[in-house]
């Protein structure tokens, strides 16, 4: 359909990581940062790649410190899909 996500054009995002001819186009390494929680720390912010692609790290913060979490993540959330 229209809202599925293709790699290549060919195959739905869930199901190409399986997919040797699709292996250039898909990782199935993260990338994974070590912090311990603190106290002051304000929110944690898990997301893919899909908006990771349209924003930095300072813009996700921006974002969140601005309009807080829940209008935040709903900006960030149209940013990605744009």
Avoid: Q
Avoid at 19 to 25: D, M, V, Y
Avoid at 54 to 77: F, I, K, M, P, Q
Wanted: aromatic share 10%; charged share 25%.
């Amino acid at each position: 359909g229209e809202g599925t996500l293709r790699v290549n054009g060919v195959l739905a995002m869930t199901r190409a990581f399986g997919n040797f001819t699709l292996k250039p186009f898909v990782t199935a390494i993260p990338e994974v940062k070590f912090r311990k929680i603190r106290k002051d720390d304000m929110y944690l912010c898990l997301a893919s790649d899909g908006l990771w692609e349209t924003v930095t790290n300072e813009d996700v913060s921006a974002y969140l410190l601005h309009y807080g979490t829940h209008v935040g993540t709903e900006r960030l959330v149209d940013l990605a899909l744009r």
